[in-house]
């Protein structure tokens, strides 16, 4: 979700400060993804240069500027609301990204890395398991809020040492290994190193 998003959803209630703008996306997200003050007010900048929100007056004896949604906003966050997230790009996952090279670079132990990684999704998943446990029997509306984005983490969390324990099960079916020890001598030896290689071999032996 783009903080773009957020900020109109927010201000679709009410005309808020920057300030408060903040601490209610990170109080409804759980704190999951934080902002900065300067970010909002980046973003709001913005938002106004697009005509899709306006300061309310003037500034308080703060110096702080209340923004409210203009009419154009107020279309945009409702189209938001109803529209399906797009799914047709894919985001650059750093793991999937990480194993795809690890699989074909050479002197890489690939069991490692899975086995590193599921010991870390494991160790993510059980602070998760816990943070949930301690939830209210009778949340809020911003529990509730925290619980949806909390339990999208445990599933996401789930799913990834699923995954990793499919790619060690293809991996262990794969003459992989043969592969990349291939490529590991390949890449000792060098292109520099063949025609030394070559030459000494016997005649009746070289190619």
């Known amino acids: ?5 957020g900020l109109l959803a ?34 709001l900048a913005r938002l ?17 500027i209340a923004y409210r949604l203009t009419a154009a906003g107020l279309s945009e966050i409702e189209s938001w609301w109803l529209t399906p997230v797009d799914r047709d790009s894919t985001p650059r996952d750093e793991l999937v990204i990480k ?21 870390a999704t494991l160790r993510h998943l059980r602070d998760l398991t816990r943070l949930k446990s301690r939830a209210s029997d009778e949340p809020s509306a911003n529990d509730v809020a925290w619980l ?3 339990e ?13 324990d499919h790619v060690e099960s293809t991996l262990s ?5 043969a592969v990349r020890r291939a490529s590991a001598v390949d890449a000792v030896a060098g292109p520099s190193d063949t025609p030394r290689t070559a030459a000494a071999l016997p005649k009746g032996a070289r190619a």
Do not use: C, H
């Open 1 to 5: 979700m783009s903080v773009k998003q």
């Open 152 to 164: 999208n983490l445990l599933f996401a969390a789930e799913a990834e040492v699923r995954w990793l």
């Open 99 to 119: 194993l795809a090279l690890a699989v074909t670079a050479p002197g890489v132990d690939v069991q490692r890395v899975v086995q590193a990684q599921r010991t």
């Open 10 to 43: 927010l201000l679709a209630e009410e005309p808020m400060y920057g300030a408060r703008l903040r601490s209610e996306f990170e109080a409804r997200t759980g704190g999951t993804w934080p902002l900065n003050v300067g970010q909002v007010y980046t973003t």
């Open 173 to 177: 079916r794969m003459p992989a290994a």
């Open 148 to 150: 949806l984005v909390l």
């Open 48 to 64: 106004e240069r697009d005509g899709l929100v306006e300061p309310v007056g003037g500034s308080d004896d703060e110096g702080r």
